[in-house]
């Protein structure tokens, strides 16, 4: 936490703030499915102790993959310890996270994405394995300029612009072309003019930090008009609240720039995609339960937990990697983790263990998650596989401490891969996730109804013409 957390104990508490702060409005919000952020917000004079105590009633059937235009009411029950300024509203603006629950009850909606995370932190501690769980992902994201979109039956495509890309080396601007920009695949930390977007990246830093975010450092990625920008690792719960928050920044903070952001994982053929390594651990009592003495420092319950995310990874793949386009950035040559495998400081192993020399340091780099996957979902789900090791001794064998990009076909061949595409990884969900339904974390319900708005867009893909089709076949 910094100094710009808020967090109030009772109702009372945050009516006296929203008075002596003169506060105009309060957004109440909450995450769906897919992991988009979704608000309705109330003029501040509104809002009373029954609202805070009682919650914000809502239409759940517009809410793609919940209720039945029959059942649709559901309520918006807020969570007063995350409160936050709205850095964006014209209007002096607080926001609420909210976990949603059917009327007349306080508890969790199966298939609302922060209380089954809030389950999972439940189970956590429920199995005895630990009690608190630390995640700490890296988010990688696109800035450009400009980009237009056609998905019309007669008219499909994109076209994508951006100052930085080497396809501009040779433009001619009315104001001269300066010719410093990042090549193909040699964006990483270049210093200024070839890094165009450091200042965009401060704002964004500095914003994120105003609503309550711990945030560390930033940089350009690998990729021309790529970013990074780093905040600190938080509990399971508060670090997908932090996630929300940071695309919320990322996407506004570009777009009062005049630019456009996005977290596709490949928005470009050719150049790296966009990745979200997943830094975990486990303690209890205060105390770190991955340090060891065994591989890199690790413990056994560190290499159990590691079995769990390697047995279970590609049902994973469905909520980590949940977009079609997800499947294009999971190929080799691009830096992608796609061999289910762990090592110690390789970038290539699905599972890396970065060094450290404190025993609170030492964690789990899951590298195969992407910016789209709902983190409320993919963080839990990640949870249940490592417990699932964790109780099972699953181990993971033998470290693998080479360039995984380079096994002869013999090694290779030994080595469990990733889904190749969303179809495979939601047949893999089907087939794997007893390990997700333990204590009613997840349930059978909520896995079929994300299987079910997935397939949606599946089917959407595998059934639209590309415009590579009629480059390879128009006139064939």
Known sequence: MNKYTLSFKSPAELLKYIEEQD???????FTDLRGK???ITFRASYVDKDILDSGVYFDGSSIAGWRAIHESDMTLRPDLSRVTYDPFSAQKTIKILCDVSEPGTTKGYGRDPRS????????LRKSGAG???FFGPEIEFFIFDSVRIHADPHHVGYQLDSVEGPYNSGRDYPTGNMGHRPTVKGGYVPEAPVDSLSDIRSEMLTVLESMGVSV????????????ELGMRFATLVACA????????????VAHSYG???TFMPKPIFGDNGSGMHVHQSIWKSGKPLFAGGEYEGLSETALYY??????????????TNPTTNSYKRLVPGYEAPVLLAYSKGNRSASCRIPYSAAPGGKRVEVRFPDPLANPYLAFAAMLMAGLDGIENKIHPGTGLDKDLYHLTPEEAAKVPSACGSLRDALEALKADHAFLLKNDVFTKDVIDAFIALKMEEVERIERSPHPTEYSLYYSS
Request: hydrophobic share 40%; with cysteine; glycine share 4%.
């Open 131 to 133: 009690d608190t769980a």
């Open 259 to 261: 630019k456009t952001a």
């Open 116 to 123: 089954i995370a809030k389950a999972a932190e439940a189970y």
């Open 216 to 227: 560390e450092k930033h940089h350009h990625e690998v990729a021309s008009s790529q970013c």
């Open 241 to 252: 609240d932090n996630v929300q928050m940071y695309k919320h920044v990322v996407h506004n």
């Open 37 to 39: 952020w979704h608000h």
């Open 306 to 319: 590691i079995g769990g995310i390697l047995k279970h990874a590609r049902a994973l793949n469905a909520f």
């Open 23 to 29: 506060v105009q409005y309060v957004d109440f919000n």
